[in-house]
């Protein structure tokens, strides 16, 4: 039987009393109704086409050819729990491992980047047997109480900090309390974290893990200055905890040059645990936990098992083959490293236009723009990000984020670039203006809604 196609307004309705409220839509007063998709673009009922710039989900591009004949043939022939020995499992797992430090070299198969954190905060107790968490300022890693527990985006906002968990300064170089003139704001950012394990232990607790997002994305898409990262993790070890690097964001070559964005921060470095999530499956519920053998160990001896009904199904594994391989085939790391770079120069070169870009950060196809109503106080400009229809991060919402299909093209950053300076344009214009927005102006505002070929999409956080 034929699926019924309904008008735009019914699905709207529908969503409306069925769906709860709190699920909310891109462009929630005028929302577009999204049909079909094919890399980098989605089209609308009526056909428009729209460049998406914020899908890493989509990691490969929407819709791959190759993932989406990988899943339909494996569909075809098994598709159980992995309770059953089956390749694909091992063969998933042993490509990942060739990826990793050597040292983590056990996987746990999940569905989200919400069930890889929450087990690796599992991983974490049964192996110090200690209870207490550092995190990140406005910090995010998923949506189970667990790790909302954890997350300062969330938690602020709802029941408050727990007293087992500790919060360290985001180590933002332009804005944070150690900036980009410091002779050395690694040392200084990861001293703050010594300085928090030592009042922990003051108040006779003791640190289970230092979880952070190798990249800090809802933070504002921050770039963690050098060797932080080794020295926290020399702090949290030596406390008797491990380290987790939260690579759901940024992993599988996103930044280019390195396959993980931990891998930034050096080759000798290497997190006791790794988490990744939404790139895994192009768009399949797909995530894992990587860690070492030694934690693993002290998981299995607890005596209780460890199962997941969907974790590492044989059409599962075969998709996050299929995308490993198209990483490669269509050098796509490659692909990062060359547009992600013009990108980023294009967005520097219309900072020098736009006196609201205030720094233009980034690596690879992972870039922000934040913007500011002063550069000199960095007063955060709160309310342009809502004419600039792209998805925006930190904690004033004022910083816009790109993290595109991995296919994104030359002339796709030109393109954003275009858009965002016209906006950027006609939105000083508006303000020297004291009578009604003239026709003109409202026309090349209007101009990201209208086009025949691009559309940004908006939305807030990153769940």
């Not at 729990?81 to 694909?88: E, P």
């Not at 804005?175 to 394990?197: F, S």
């Not at 196809?365 to 934040?370: Q, Y």
């Not at 020297?432 to 807030?460: A, E, G, L, P, W």
Request: hydrophobic fraction near 40%.
């Amino acid at each position: 039987m034929a699926q019924e196609k309904l008008r735009k307004e019914e699905t709207l309705a529908m969503r409306n009393r069925l769906i709860g409220q709190s699920c909310r839509l891109f462009y929630s007063e005028d929302p577009v109704k999204i049909v079909r998709a094919r890399g980098q673009y989605l089209f609308d009922e009526n056909g428009k086409r729209y460049l998406d710039c914020i899908s890493n989900v989509q990691h490969v591009g929407h819709c791959h050819p190759a993932i989406t004949k990988a899943a339909a043939a494996q569909m075809d022939v098994l598709n159980t729990n992995s309770r059953f020995l089956h390749d694909n499992i091992v063969l998933y797992a042993d490509r990942l491992a060739a990826t990793l430090p050597q040292k983590l070299c056990v996987f746990y198969f999940v569905n989200s980047g919400s069930e890889a954190n929450d087990l690796a905060l599992r991983l974490a107790r049964q192996y110090t047997q200690h209870e207490d968490v550092v995190v990140l300022d406005h910090a995010y890693h998923g949506h189970l109480m667990s790790l909302i527990d954890i997350s300062p985006y969330k938690f602020r906002k709802l029941a408050g900090q727990k007293e087992w968990v500790h919060v360290a300064p985001l180590p933002d170089t332009y804005r944070g309390i150690y900036r980009e003139d410091h002779p050395d704001p690694g040392q200084a950012y990861a001293d703050t974290v010594k300085d928090l394990i030592e009042d922990v232990h003051k108040k006779g607790r003791k640190i289970s893990a230092f979880f952070a997002e190798s990249l800090p994305s809802v933070g504002g898409q921050i770039i963690l200055p050098q060797e932080y990262f080794p020295k926290v993790a020399e702090y949290v070890r030596s406390a008797g905890g491990v380290f987790v690097a939260d690579e759901v964001q940024t992993g599988f070559g996103r930044v280019g040059h390195h396959f993980w964005a931990f891998q930034l921060q050096g080759d000798d470095f290497c997190p006791d645990i790794v988490t990744m999530g939404k790139p895994m499956g192009n768009g399949h519920p797909l995530a894992c936990v990587a860690t070492t053998a030694e934690i693993a160990g002290a998981f299995t001896a607890n005596g209780v098992e460890y199962f997941n009904t969907f974790g590492g199904t044989p059409v599962s594994c075969a998709i996050g083959l299929a995308v490993l391989d198209v990483i490669v085939e269509e050098d796509l790391r490659g692909n990062a490293v060359r547009v992600g770079a013009h990108l980023k120069d294009l967005l520097t070169k219309l900072k020098a236009r736009h006196e609201i870009i205030g720094d233009v950060r980034g690596v690879g196809l992972f870039l922000g723009i934040e913007l500011v109503t002063d550069r000199e106080k960095k007063t955060p400009a709160t309310e342009a990000e809502d004419q600039i229809c792209v998805s925006t991060d930190g904690p004033w919402e004022n910083v816009l984020k790109f993290k595109p299909p991995m296919c994104f093209g030359m002339e796709n950053a030109e393109l954003v670039v275009q858009c965002i300076d016209r906006i950027l344009t006609v939105t000083s214009n508006w303000k020297r203006k004291t009578s009604k927005v003239c026709q003109t102006c409202r026309k090349h505002f209007n101009c990201i809604r209208q086009s025949q070929v691009v559309t940004f999409i908006i939305f807030r956080g990153r769940d």
